[in-house]
């Protein structure tokens, strides 16, 4: 029987493009005696394949599950060619640009082992040098300009590769083949060392310089990866001190870069998850529980965690291995507090007077500002907080087609989303979205990967909140608009990431969001899937004293608790009290106190019942500083014991529209323990089981009367690792599937990709968009 040569055309989707993925099909071409050809394109990965029947199938089974450790193929086609073209042997093409662009941009990679090696290693070329990369590791999105993702669309086209550099580049065998920002100290960038004013010092050692300024309790802004860090001694209370006096930043938690995981253990608990987290190719921020140690106090005011993070550039690096490098650094963002992180270096210098000491810039231009991400391990799962560095631009698989949307997020922790085809690709974070500043990082964000995706957005969607600089953006885009409810976009957020198409309960609890009945809801139960919704329960409502200025202050939430709990008089300790007695009259009058159902707002009230955090200086500072001290009272004890253990008097009123969970039973609990002159601690914890018990109530109460047994916890409370854990042991126990955002923040970081499914589908279905 014959065994003719065949021809096929095979076109590789997904992140296949700066991940070593050319040299890996060259590779194993050559193993399985095939040739022809392989190029980038906007399209993918093109590969034109020569060869007989059983070896073509071996190479495609190879594509698909033997492919490079950071390469994620979304789909392989083939076909059939009828003509062959008479390859001789295999080879790497030039890349090929068309109009239109279906290939995903990687995303930035931690230093990788073997580039370690290098940069350690006195016989090697690159011993000591700062911006050493090959395929495996470096800079992707926050140096490219466009694609195919090839040297001349980056910012290393200013670099132009030595004899030794190209020779790597061009050799399939080499791991820095094709390795765009490949480069060494005689052709690539370089560091060099300023005074505070700016001003070049000549040095021979701007790294020992840098180090040197730290150990003397010195504040560095160094250029890094996808932006300026501002740098400390983290065992100096008197340089993070002076580094919160200097940024503004009062008490919000920094966070902290140390050069390896013993050196973390000597002030954190890591487990075999958090390591895992901590070393992997994303190297984020992990939030880990505090040890004694040490590290300044003044790190985490209050806080019983601490957010931690690993050397990811060979400049890190080297500069732990400084003699004068201090242990442990602060690093946090390279800004004053509430604007965008710096990334020009006559920007930062100018921007970063009276904060910064000194200087470390390099000359490798950064075009995409990008923060750290931040992660945590909860029950054993990866819960991305803030979405950034190393997992922007990844996409988000769509189970179903959309046209192009573009979903504008909300305004805390704002981020947006552009969907093509079955991905959304949800931008890194951008900040508040409070200030012209962060407008225009948004703006140009935006125009970036409109660009590198080559898509142009049929219609925009955005929050019913019409006060959102996001919601005015959206407006002025001019495109059909879809306005979609905040909680709604909040449960079809994870609805996505898990790709459920049925109806759930959502559980969404955070600070605010517009309801479709223009009051503040934050306490919600709805039965939802990605196209509707129907409000069917939520906590109680309370009054918003003063608005908006109630989140800034939590003493007036107390009085509201207090005021909701039928009590005659305030009797904050700790407070004013003709600030006390001007509010109080305000509630009675009804005078700028809005209602809100905010589960957010409730942990405020508590905390500052308790005195914990009577003003605060940062969002959700209250509900952090209270869950700490429940954990402190917690100790060694199981929660799922302690939930046995308790048996609240959950009060749950049962209206036309839903059911309520009454607070004013979980407030005077509260208030009878504080009589009782109960463990503050204790009364924290006591809080927190009690809730989770009346939340778990509601579920099942409408779990019974809906038929659902999924179930979605969202909201930025469910940062809250406490109440997280908690209803996902009490759910679980009574069998239901639960559901909670892992690789897409829980917070308004991920509303955004809710946003652009419901807009989306609303869009597809011809529902009539907002004409306002």
């Keep these: 029987m014959s065994n003719p040569v065949l021809r096929k055309e095979i076109i590789v989707r997904g992140i296949v493009q700066g991940v070593g993925f050319r040299p890996f099909v060259y590779r194993l071409a050559k193993q399985c005696n095939i040739a022809g050809t392989i190029v980038n394109s906007d399209q993918g990965v093109v590969i034109e394949a020569e060869g007989k029947l059983s070896p073509i199938q071996d190479f495609i089974e190879s594509l698909r599950f033997s492919s490079p450790p950071l390469a994620r ?20 093409l030039e890349s090929v640009s068309s109009e239109t662009c279906r290939a995903i941009i990687p995303a930035d990679v931690a230093l990788c082992s073997d580039c370690l090696q290098d940069i350690l290693d006195p016989q090697n070329r690159r011993f000591g040098y700062p911006f050493t990369n090959c395929t495996n590791c470096g800079p992707r999105f926050t140096i490219v300009e466009f694609m195919p993702y090839d040297r001349p669309g980056t910012s290393m086209r200013h670099f132009h590769l030595c004899s030794a550099c190209k020779a790597e580049y061009e050799d399939p ?8 920002p490949n480069a060494c100290a005689e052709c690539g960038p370089e560091l060099s060392y300023h005074d505070m004013h700016g001003v070049l010092l000549r040095v021979s050692s701007p790294l020992k310089e840098v180090a040197c300024s730290l150990k003397q309790g010195e504040i560095v802004a160094l250029r890094g990866l996808g932006g300026f860090h501002l740098v400390v001694d983290a065992g100096s209370e008197q340089a993070v001190e002076r580094l919160r ?63 931690v993070m690993l050397p990811y550039t060979p400049l890190h690096q080297l500069l732990f291995f400084q003699a004068d490098c201090p242990r442990t650094l602060v690093m946090t963002s390279g800004n004053k507090s509430g604007l965008p992180i710096f990334t020009a270096n006559d920007a930062a210098i100018a921007g970063l007077q009276g904060v910064a000491d000194c200087f470390l810039l390099h000359n490798r231009e950064i075009v995409t500002r990008i923060d750290d991400s931040v992660a945590r391990i909860t ?15 990844t996409p988000t698989p769509l189970h179903m087609e959309l046209p192009s949307m573009l979903a504008c997020g909300g305004g805390l922790k704002s981020t947006f989303c552009l969907t093509r085809e079955r991905e959304g690709f949800l931008s890194q974070h951008i900040g508040d979205l409070f200030n012209l500043e962060s407008l225009d990082f948004y703006k140009e964000s935006i125009d970036h990967f409109k660009r590198l995706l080559q898509v142009e957005p049929e219609a925009v969607v955005c929050d019913l909140h019409p006060d959102y600089l996001s919601s005015h953006y959206a407006k002025e885009t001019g495109l059909p608009l879809y306005k979609v409810q905040h909680h709604h976009a909040h449960a079809a957020a994870v609805l996505v990431e898990h790709g459920i198409e049925g109806k759930v309960l959502a559980l969404i609890l955070d600070g605010s969001g517009l309801g479709d009945d223009k009051t503040i809801w934050g306490g919600e139960v709805l039965e939802a899937d990605c196209f509707s919704y129907k ?10 004293p003063g608005g908006d200025a109630a989140a800034e202050e939590p003493w007036r939430m107390a009085l509201s608790l207090l005021f909701g709990a039928k009590q005659t008089a305030p009797k904050l300790h700790l407070v004013d009290e003709q600030k006390q007695s001007a509010l109080w009259q305000m ?70 529209q839903r059911l309520i969970v009454q607070q004013s039973k979980l407030v005077q609990n509260v208030l009878d323990q504080l009589d009782n002159e109960r463990e503050t601690s204790a009364i924290a914890l006591d809080f927190h089981l009690c809730l989770i ?16 047994r999924q179930v979605v916890l969202a909201g930025g409370c469910m940062q809250n690792t406490l109440l997280l854990r908690g209803l996902f042991i009490l759910l679980e126990q009574e069998n239901f599937t639960v559901y909670t955002g892992e690789q897409i923040p829980v917070n308004d970081g991920g509303i955004s990709l809710g946003q652009a499914v419901i807009g989306g589908l609303r869009h597809v279905s011809g529902r009539t968009h907002e004409s306002d």
């Design 73 to 92: 193929i979304t789909s392989v086609q083939q076909h059939s060619q009828s003509s062959l073209k008479g390859f001789k042997e295999f080879s790497i």
């Design 587 to 656: 509630m009675e009058q009804g005078f700028n106190c809005p209602i809100t159902t905010s589960c957010g707002r409730l942990f405020d009230g508590i905390a500052a019942l308790l005195g914990i955090c009577l003003t605060a200086d940062y969002e959700g500072q209250a509900a952090m500083e209270l869950e700490s001290l429940a954990r402190q009272a917690m100790g060694e004890q199981s929660l799922g014991d302690l939930l046995a253990k308790c048996h609240p008097q959950a009060e749950i009123v049962s209206t036309e």
């Design 693 to 708: 018990q009346s939340l778990f109530i509601l579920l099942r109460k409408l779990s019974k009367k809906t038929g659902c």
């Design 173 to 180: 065998e080499n791991r820095r083949f094709h390795a765009q």
């Design 535 to 544: 409000r069917i329960g939520s906590l109680s409502s309370m009054l918003l």
């Design 245 to 307: 006096i200097r940024k503004g930043r009062k008490s919000k938690p920094l966070a902290v870069m140390t050069s390896n995981l013993e050196e973390a253990r000597w002030f954190c608990h890591i487990d075999t998850e958090a390591e895992k987290l901590l070393t992997g190719a994303e190297h984020p921020i992990v939030l880990l529980p505090r040890k004694q140690s040490y590290l300044a106090e003044a790190l985490t005011p209050g806080i019983d965690e601490i957010g």
């Design 379 to 393: 029950g054993n799962r990866v819960q991305l907080l803030r979405r950034a560095r190393g997992y922007v631009p």
